[in-house]
């Protein structure tokens, strides 16, 4: 199956960074089970799973990474990375 991604200027595809999924999996080992994570960011269970498992690529402007963001306190420029930066840093 392929998932069609965004590109950046380069050409490259925008994936959620390193830095969303650390700060997503801190919200974890916090103690926050994921299913209280998604409630309390205004997104459901499934589509926080989804997200974070690689199965929904969410574009750039998404309200559902917006809200996440929120939530983890990061900037929604700091949630994306270009492809190649994810594939080093072991994400995609």
């Not at 916090?30 to 209280?36: D, I, V």
């Not at 750039?60 to 996440?68: E, F, N, Y």
Request: aromatic content about 8%; proline content about 4%; some cysteine.
């Amino acid at each position: 199956m392929y998932v069609q991604g965004t590109r950046s200027i380069k050409g490259e595809r925008k994936m959620l960074s390193k830095k969303f999924m650390e700060a997503l999996h801190d919200a974890k080992e916090a103690g926050k089970p994921f299913h209280q994570i998604a409630w309390d960011a205004g997104v459901s269970p499934g589509m926080l799973y989804k997200i974070s498992a690689g199965i929904d690529r969410p574009k750039p402007g998404d309200k559902r990474v917006r809200k996440l963001c929120a939530y983890l306190g990061l900037n929604e420029d700091e949630a994306y990375a270009d492809e190649q930066e994810t594939k080093k840093a072991g994400i995609a």
